[in-house]
Nanobody, 125 residues
Framework: VQLQASGGGLVQAGGSLKLSCVAS????????MAWFRQVPGKEREFVAR????????SYADSMKGRFTISRDNAKNTGYLEMNSLTPEDTAVYHC???????????????????WGQGTQVTVSS
């Protein structure tokens, strides 16, 4: 199983980026997918998730209205579109998938079975 995240980079505050996560070695369409982010010295932080079934989504409060998670099961790919970026959004962004878990736990990194290597997002002021 492999999750390949890409699309990170350097962007000015107020700018946008779209991250991609390509999955292989699994049936992507049956997995809930999420994005997390992490900065050095801090715990991994939940960003957003999207269900495998009805495409329902959930976001961390600070990302609501700015970030959009989506998926294309035909392409085995998930996305995270990020707008109105601020320097506080600077982090390594990781995608992850889980086959099934109670909804209440889907913001918990430990629940996710497979992880991508991460892509660096840097927002300059």
């Amino acid at each position: 199983v492999q999750l390949q995240a890409s699309g990170g980079g350097l962007v000015q505050a107020g700018g946008s980026l779209k991250l991609s996560c390509v999955a292989s070695g699994l049936t992507f369409s049956v997995y809930t997918m999420a994005w997390f982010r992490q900065v050095p010295g801090k715990e991994r932080e939940f960003v957003a998730r999207i269900s495998e079934s009805d495409g329902s989504t959930s976001y961390a409060d600070s990302m609501k209205g700015r970030f959009t998670i989506s998926r294309d099961n035909a392409k085995n790919t998930g996305y995270l579109e990020m707008n109105s970026l601020t320097p506080e959004d600077t982090a390594v962004y990781h995608c992850a998938v889980v086959l099934s878990a109670p909804a209440a736990f889907l913001s918990t990194p430990a629940r996710y079975k497979y992880w991508g290597q991460g892509t660096q997002v840097t927002v300059s002021s």
